[in-house]
């Protein structure tokens, strides 16, 4: 039976239609963490609505480029960020200034745990002056979880002396303590001379 025109027709448009390219209902995530839906022409349109960042690889935060202090930096190594200023070739007791807004980057300055302080007449602890070196040994702490010092004279008798020049900048005196505590004594090496701007205590 031979078939209307008008259907004919129909059948073939049907077939255009389905023989066509597939949309895809794929989803693609933004760095801001939203998920909307890819499209052909209008992509950054969709996105602008979303409120999310651009998809520029420029536009991700990078951990390599965060801002400085904000404990990316252990205090037992060496600061990342040149936060310091030496002194000068052959001063008398002047010390490495530091950017206050740095100075928690000072080796070991607030640490403990005498398990944790590795120390070397190149990389001592970094205090600033006689009163918070003091206080440094009477925080510290044994493996027990013991002090090592009952008062402050006795954690002033532990110093051995100085070992001459050293520090980060190489031009600082360091001293050497002896702080004993049970089944074990640790030798630390500390460097008074690492001090804040504006807050030094020693001579200019």
């Keep these: 039976m031979r078939r209307p025109w008008w259907l004919a027709v129909m059948v073939a ?11 895809s209902a794929q989803t693609t995530a933004r760095p801001s963490g939203r998920v909307v839906p890819r499209s052909s022409g209008n992509g950054a349109a969709a996105h602008q609505k979303t409120g ?31 936060w310091y200023r030496c002194p000068a070739k052959n001063a008398f007791m002047q010390p490495i200034v530091w950017d206050s807004n740095h100075e928690d980057q000072r080796r070991y300055w607030t640490e403990t745990d005498l398990t944790r302080v590795k ?24 493996p027990d979880g013991s002090h090592p010092f009952k008062g402050v004279r006795q954690a002033h008798h532990s110093r051995l002396g100085n070992v001459g ?40």
């Design 13 to 23: 448009v049907a077939g255009c239609a389905t023989s066509g390219p597939k949309r």
């Design 52 to 82: 999310g960042e651009a998809s520029t690889p420029g536009n991700a935060l990078d951990s390599s480029a965060r801002s400085p202090g904000q404990g990316s930096v252990s205090q037992g190594s060496s600061a990342s960020g040149q």
């Design 119 to 142: 120390t070397s007449k190149a990389q001592p602890v970094e205090v600033c002056g006689v009163v918070e070196q003091l206080r440094w040994l009477m925080t510290a702490v044994c």
């Design 165 to 204: 020049s050293g520090g980060r900048c190489g031009t600082t005196v360091i001293d050497l303590y002896r702080v004993p505590c049970p089944g074990k004594t640790f030798m630390v090496y500390i460097d008074l001379y690492n001090c804040p701007q504006g807050r030094s205590p020693f001579s200019r």
